[in-house]
Nanobody, 131 residues
């Protein structure tokens, strides 16, 4: 049974940092990609970053490039999102999600409404950026 569990959210001041982690179990890692999505109140869920677990290729939304870094630890079945220089507009519930690799990469943040194509979801962790 596939399970994704996020951790690491919290309250941080603008300019601060947080590290989110996604513990993934119940599948063979190298056939999948894991993406981080976020949803702010009243807004559509959006892709933030994604990593292909077979070769480590990463993707980022333009809004987080240079500030966020996604990484994978296949040994420990973990995917992390290091978030630096956080801004109030980063406030949202952050979800990790899993997709089976195919010709189309739904977790790529440039994929319109890519969240529809994800196969499994965690329950989310809340990030609040406020002074």
């Amino acid at each position: 049974q596939v399970q994704l569990v996020e951790s690491g959210g919290g309250l941080v001041q603008p300019g601060g940092s947080l590290r989110l982690s996604c513990a993934a179990t119940g599948f063979t890692l190298d056939r999948y990609a894991i993406g981080w999505f976020r949803q702010a109140p009243g807004k559509e869920r959006e892709g933030v970053s994604c990593v292909k677990l077979n070769d480590g290729t990463t993707f980022y939304a333009d809004s987080v490039k240079g500030r966020f870094t996604i990484s994978r630890d296949n040994t420990n079945n973990m995917v992390s999102l290091q978030m630096n220089d956080l801004k109030p507009e980063d406030t949202a519930v952050y979800y990790c999600a899993l997709e089976l690799l195919s010709d189309r990469l739904y977790c790529d943040p440039s994929e319109p409404s890519g969240y529809y194509g994800m196969d499994y979801w965690g329950k989310g962790t809340r990030v609040t950026v406020s002074s």
